[in-house]
């Protein structure tokens, strides 16, 4: 089991460094065929797996459509709705994997 949650993740590091543009959970999901819920967890143990090495995750963050706010937070997840409207159409986050 550990072995492939590995695989999974070394999967989404090498698709995140080798893309020419930031990919969303979604896209990620597609490409590697996988759970999107899943990419999101993985993308936290990548980034923490990373700190300490020549690479770093970097993340657009999540946009409201309706007011512009930008969110804050560089974890990666998805905010459900906006803290200043309330709006719930957000953009989702971006990931990629650039070298420090
Ligand atoms: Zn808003």
Redesign the pocket.
Known sequence: MTGLWETRREKILRLLKESDTPLSAEQISLLLELDRKDVYDDLKHIARSLQKSEWQLVMVPPR?L????VFSSDKPKKPSR?P????ERVSDPLFKVVSR
């Open positions: 409201c309706k007011c512009g706010y906006c200043k409207c309330r709006g």
